[in-house]
């Protein structure tokens, strides 16, 4: 009987095969969290203290495939099939995350400094107190995760044949390659008390 091994494979051709890997990844997270997101709004008795860190979650995995980074950044006018809805929609929860989950910038934001007083006594006794306000809008409503759903569906169907063609052209390249060189690249094994959160990645 034979045993299969497998090595990494340690070469620049392959970071693009891995990079799509790690975006697959987050859409399917994206999925699951609009799942558990749509669970609750479909409760009878709705659990709601879960609807904005979910709503959170899925905003940030959903756009984060088109988020600058070491990772390859991924085009939304590669993906086949979206009708101009589906990118007005796109381009919205880029916004929500860029203008809003990331970085305090719209009005989905307020913070005031707030002046209380008697209004009858105002010209008497002045401003009694100074108190602040604030108030956000994270929430992702049930037609939006149903969108989500929908459009990373169709990103992942795009991905999904980019990985096949990258796999294929990746094979042709490595058996090229000297075995002794490709079995070199050992097994990449990834110690979370030994690694450094500042630290930036290997592109």
């Known amino acids: 009987m034979a045993t299969y091994k497998y090595v990494t494979v340690q070469m620049k051709e392959a970071k693009y095969l891995a990079d799509l890997r790690g975006i697959k990844s987050d859409l399917e997270a994206a999925i699951n ?10 409760e009878e008795k709705q659990d709601l203290k879960l609807v904005e860190p979910l709503s959170i979650a899925i905003i940030i995995k959903y756009c984060r495939p088109f988020a600058t980074g070491v990772r390859e950044k991924l085009s939304i006018d590669c993906v086949p099939g979206l009708t101009v809805d589906e990118l007005k929609e796109h381009n919205n929860f880029l916004a929500l995350r860029n203008k809003h989950i990331a970085h305090s910038v719209n009005e989905f934001e307020e913070n005031e400094v707030k002046a209380y007083y008697n209004d009858e006594r105002v010209y008497i006794d002045g401003i009694l107190k100074i108190e602040l306000g604030h108030r956000k809008l994270i929430s992702i409503s049930g037609k939006e995760a149903e969108t989500i759903i929908v459009l990373s569906k169709k990103i992942i169907d795009y991905i999904n044949l980019e990985i096949k063609a990258e796999k294929a052209k990746l094979l042709e390249i490595v058996r090229t390659q000297p075995i002794d060189e490709i079995l070199r690249g050992g097994i990449t094994i990834f110690d979370p008390k030994k690694a450094n959160v500042d630290k930036r990645r290997k592109q």
């Open 33 to 42: 969290f609009c799942k558990c997101l749509l669970h609750i709004y479909r």
